[in-house]
């Protein structure tokens, strides 16, 4: 038999709604930290493009020179690990206006 649980003599059986906290209405990042992301997106799609490319004109021959340049071996990782380095510091970047009002 199953019995089911009747509440206390005297209580409410039913929960009363509590209103949800108000946040205040401001956006997320500030324009530097946009501004910041933007400059970090640019490096990285740079660096992709940097990377790219290879095509030999002819394709039975391997040119290693063209393959393992420094443009694409350093340059353009260093240039992508940058642009993300970028990103995380737009990220974390505190607005100054808004610390200043809170």
């Given at each position: 038999?199953?019995?089911?649980?009747q509440?206390?003599?005297?209580t409410?059986?039913?929960?009363?709604?509590?209103?949800?906290?108000?946040?205040?209405?401001t956006?997320?990042?500030?324009?530097?930290?946009?501004?910041?992301?933007?400059?970090?997106?640019?490096?990285?799609?740079?660096?992709?493009?940097?990377?790219?490319?290879?095509?030999?004109?002819?394709?039975?021959?391997?040119?290693?020179?063209?393959?393992?340049?420094?443009?694409?071996?350093?340059?353009?990782?260093?240039?992508?690990?940058?642009?993300?380095?970028?990103e995380?510091?737009?990220?974390?970047?505190?607005?100054?206006?808004?610390?200043?009002?809170?």
């Amino acid at each position: 038999m199953a019995t089911t649980k009747q509440p206390a003599p005297g209580t409410k059986a039913t929960k009363a709604k509590t209103a949800p906290a108000q946040r205040p209405n401001t956006p997320l990042f500030g324009k530097e930290n946009y501004k910041w992301m933007a400059i970090g997106l640019i490096a990285v799609a740079l660096g992709l493009i940097l990377m790219g490319g290879g095509k030999s004109k002819d394709p039975n021959v391997f040119n290693p020179s063209e393959i393992y340049s420094f443009r694409r071996i350093t340059l353009a990782p260093i240039l992508i690990l940058g642009g993300f380095v970028i990103e995380i510091f737009a990220i974390f970047k505190s607005d100054k206006k808004a610390t200043d009002k809170a």
